[in-house]
């Protein structure tokens, strides 16, 4: 399953959606995971972590060559979190029961998002986002 296009059915209607990156000194995988029976799964990729082959579902099987698991995760969150922005890694993923080494990279973290009328927006596309945004 492919993620959800939000800023596309977002912009259907009339909102502009903006990925706001308040600090680009700091970094992140781009990867939501959690531990399953198989690994650590991965939950969300963000859109650059696709790009680089990475998909909902592969099992993160080792880190620049270190095992990922319970015991090791700790160690490779913290070296992770000394990387910055466009610091690559390796990563080797199991996807249908067949291992891919990636080179992987961190990402600018992004804290904030931005929702704003889109200036084209139809009266009906404004009504809806009016809705919507007062929902939030």
């Known amino acids: 399953a492919e993620p959800l296009p939000?800023?596309?059915?977002?912009?259907?209607?009339?909102?502009?959606?903006?990925?706001?990156i308040i600090n680009e000194n700091e970094s992140e995988t781009?990867?939501?995971?959690y531990l399953s029976e198989k690994g650590f799964t991965i939950l969300k990729c963000s859109e650059g972590a696709q790009k680089l082959g990475l998909k909902k579902g592969d099992i993160v099987k080792s880190v620049n060559g270190q095992p990922f698991n319970e015991d090791t995760i700790g160690d490779?969150?913290?070296?992770?979190?000394?990387?910055k922005p466009s610091d690559s890694y390796d990563i080797s993923i199991i996807?249908?029961?067949e291992t891919i080494d990636l080179e992987a990279m961190m990402f600018p973290r992004v804290t904030n998002f931005v929702f704003s009328m889109d200036e084209n927006a139809t009266d009906q596309a404004k009504a809806l986002f009016n809705v919507w945004?007062?929902?939030l």
Not at 30 to 33: D, E, M, N, V
Not at 76 to 83: D, F, R, T, V
Request: net charge neutral; charged share 35%; hydrophobic share 35%.
């Open 30 to 33: 781009g990867l939501r995971y």
């Open 95 to 97: 996807r249908d029961d």
């Open 133 to 135: 945004s007062e929902s």
């Open 76 to 83: 490779i969150k913290k070296m992770w979190s000394q990387l």
């Open 6 to 20: 939000f800023k596309e059915i977002y912009n259907l209607i009339g909102i502009d959606f903006k990925e706001q």
